[in-house]
């Protein structure tokens, strides 16, 4: 059964922009690693974050459903563990199938984040994406133990997990053009009552593209290569890993209460980034195929 790695993608350079960013020194020539950071990484108390957390867990008191969490948590889980074998089938069959199944659980977690006005509630009490608050949800996301034993268990080694952290601190600038639906200026183009949070579309986003790679493969399986399939799949985990530690904060926030309230911050803030970053890079690297990418015509 092929393996499904988010690292694949991941550098030298972009580990070690992230350990820099993060004030840590790095070995030599060994690997910057989620367990390394945590090693090194000194807590910071930010009042700001606690605030943040604080403020959206009175605000969503009693609202969120522990048990419809909790099950569709464990059936985003499940659903990376069954990367693999979606790998392995290739080619979509059909234009509702694969991965239109992969998202499923998402789209039942979302629905239910949905209807009890959570992700307004995201949008009110987080900040939009800068530089300074990108690194602090870094800092506080590898502190974090019980999400990166969550990610452990749902099959993310310690190369997929630092792949995850790179998307958050490497990307501020992308992040950046995410805006909370609140805070977009007057004067734009389009009717900004329309717009959504900026959390539901980094979630709805991200299912989205997972439901369309069914039809997407499956009209363009002339053009697919091995190479375009190992993307779709690799980025597939990463969103859902991103979906996964959203479902997690959100368990928590329902009545786990292992995390601080900075750590939930962090970890709603991070699982927004990740989604964000991967739904691009599927875009330009799958559903974008050029003619260097594309597998060679049979006329040539």
């Known amino acids: 059964m092929a393996q499904v790695s988010t690292a694949s993608d991941m550098t030298v350079a972009e580990q070690r922009d992230l350990a820099t960013a993060l004030g840590v020194e790095t070995p030599g020539d060994g690997a910057i690693t989620w367990e390394l950071l945590a090693g090194q990484i000194e807590p910071r108390s930010d009042s700001t974050f606690a605030s943040r957390g604080d403020a ?11 048990e419809s969490l909790e099950r569709e948590r464990a059936a985003i889980a499940d659903e990376i563990g069954r990367l693999p074998a979606v790998r392995d089938a290739g080619v979509p069959d059909e234009q509702h199938g694969l991965y239109t199944a992969v998202a499923e659980p998402g789209w039942r977690l979302y629905d239910h ?7 307004e509630s995201l949008d009110e009490n987080l900040p939009r994406f800068t530089a300074d608050h990108v690194e602090t949800t870094t800092r506080e996301l590898i502190l974090t133990d019980p999400l990166s034993s969550a990610l452990d268990d749902v099959g993310f080694d310690e190369s997929e997990k630092t792949a995850l952290l790179v998307d958050v601190a490497n990307n501020d600038e992308r992040l950046a053009r995410w805006v909370p639906s609140n805070q977009i200026p007057a004067g734009v183009e389009f009717e900004t009552d329309t717009v959504p949070p900026l959390h539901q579309r980094a979630m709805g986003g991200a299912l989205l593209w997972i439901r369309g790679l069914d039809r997407h493969l499956w009209q363009n399986e002339v053009l697919v290569t091995d190479d375009l399939l190992d993307a779709a799949v690799r980025y597939v985990k990463a969103m859902l890993g991103g979906l996964f530690v959203s479902a997690t904060a959100a368990c928590d926030l329902a009545g786990d209460e292992r995390f601080t309230d900075e750590q939930l ?11 964000i970053v991967s739904q691009e890079e599927l875009l330009h690297t799958v559903f974008y195929v050029t003619d260097e990418m594309r597998a060679p015509s049979e006329l040539r």
């Open 56 to 66: 959206i867990r009175a605000d969503l008191a009693g609202r969120l459903d522990r």
């Open 113 to 119: 984040l949905l209807e009890i006005g959570f992700f």
């Open 265 to 275: 911050t962090a970890a709603f803030t991070a699982g927004s980034a990740v989604q």
